[in-house]
């Protein structure tokens, strides 16, 4: 089945560690996302690719940095976590044509220790 | 700008009993519409959509219907499982931007046998 696969499931780092949570996709899809969600929170997003064009979102934080090397995979790198960057990281895709919905990954639970 | 708004959880029902949650949207142009699930520890899975007005969108007895008179989506459900217990969000998708989401804060369903 084509899917959006994220590893790990669950990612345990230190304090100021700098950390990279991965994505997969075998939909061929043209955008990925990048979601922070805190507990009982919804997802709020970070940012996304369409292709290889980055677009930030004007609130996230500079320490959250992303890469597309390909379609298929892209990475949500933390440069120095802090204890408030403990969440789960969800990462989507979409194909960007109107009105289709985003699929999404399992996500990463991140710990701050 | 746009936004979501939900009825505030936990929505707490015993097993078979009939489902509201409500949605409402502000939009400016004309947005679909879409519900997911999130399971405990899991990321998120559309459960049905609806791209225009009179629209209803239905999936695994859920069922939702557009109505742009009253800029709602409700979800409605009328026997209720326990194993639907979960969290839904109700989320639009702006009619330009690559696919991009706006949440509502999310419900939780408790269903208890």
């Known amino acids: 089945d084509a899917m959006v696969i994220q590893n790990p499931r669950y990612q345990v780092t230190q304090f100021g560690k700098p950390v990279t949570l991965s994505c997969s996709q075998t939909l061929n899809h043209n955008v990925m996302y990048w979601y922070q969600q805190k507990s009982s929170q919804a997802p709020k997003l970070l940012f996304h690719?369409?292709?290889?064009?980055?677009?930030n979102e004007a609130d996230t934080p500079d320490n959250f940095q992303s890469r597309r090397p390909n379609t298929s995979f892209c990475f949500l790198d933390i440069r120095s976590p802090g204890l408030g960057d403990a969440a789960m990281y969800l990462c989507?895709?979409?194909?960007?044509?109107?009105?289709?919905?985003?699929?999404f990954g399992d996500g990463t639970r991140l710990s701050i220790l | 700008g746009d936004s979501v708004t939900q009825m505030e959880g936990p929505v707490t029902l015993s097993e078979e009993a009939f489902l509201t949650i409500n949605c409402t949207y502000t939009?400016?142009?004309?947005?679909?519409l879409f519900w997911y699930v999130q399971y405990p520890g899991e990321g998120l899975q559309l459960l049905l959509k609806?791209?225009?007005?009179?629209d209803k969108g239905s999936n695994k007895g859920f069922e939702a219907t557009y109505r742009k008179e009253t800029t709602s989506f409700h979800l409605e459900k009328g026997s209720v499982q326990v194993s639907d217990s979960a969290v839904y969000f109700c989320?639009?998708?702006?009619?330009?931007?690559?696919?991009?989401?706006?949440f509502g804060a999310g419900t939780r369903l408790a269903v208890h046998p």
């Open positions: 989320a639009l998708s702006e009619s330009g931007g690559y696919n991009k989401l706006i």
């Open positions: 989507a895709t979409a194909t960007g044509i109107p009105n289709q919905p985003q699929h």
């Open positions: 609806a791209t225009k007005a009179d």
């Open positions: 939009a400016t142009g004309y947005p679909s």
């Open positions: 690719y369409y292709d290889k064009d980055f677009n």
